[in-house]
Nanobody
Framework: QVQLVESGGRSVQAGGSLRLSCAAS????????MGWFRQAPGKERELVAA????????SYADSVKGRFTISRDNAKNTLYLQMNNLEPEDAAVYYC?????????????????????WGQGTQVTVSS
């Protein structure tokens, strides 16, 4: 089972940028679908971005399109989320996940309960 550890979250001002990293131990090419999710206080968890490695498909939440970019470096066993032009609404705990069903997750805006491997999360705070 893949083990995931997120890092890179911190407090930034609106308009700033951050790059989140998700170090994955035991990652192989069979771990095809990975994604970034976030959960703000009082809100449900939501998909931010997903990447299907086998065909390089990506999907983004409408709220982050054009500002966030998901990428994966298999040589470093790391998933990234580049976040630009951050807004106060982006503040949340960000989680990475592996082995999630791509079509279901993109269609529903979240992974199905009980699926995948998850990290512990990293906090992003955006001040206006």
């Amino acid at each position: 089972q893949v083990q995931l550890v997120e890092s890179g979250g911190r407090s930034v001002q609106a308009g700033g940028s951050l790059r989140l990293s998700c170090a994955a131990s035991g990652l192989t090419s069979s771990n095809d679908v990975m994604g970034w999710f976030r959960q703000a206080p009082g809100k449900e968890r939501e998909l931010v971005a997903a990447l299907k490695w086998s065909d390089r498909s990506t999907s983004y939440a409408d709220s982050v399109k054009g500002r966030f970019t998901i990428s994966r470096d298999n040589a470093k066993n790391t998933l990234y989320l580049q976040m630009n032009n951050l807004e106060p609404e982006d503040a949340a705990v960000y989680y990475c996940a592996s082995d999630i069903p791509y079509e279901y997750t993109v269609r529903n805006g979240d992974a199905p309960p009980g699926f995948g491997s998850w990290g512990q999360g990293t906090q992003v705070t955006v001040s206006s």
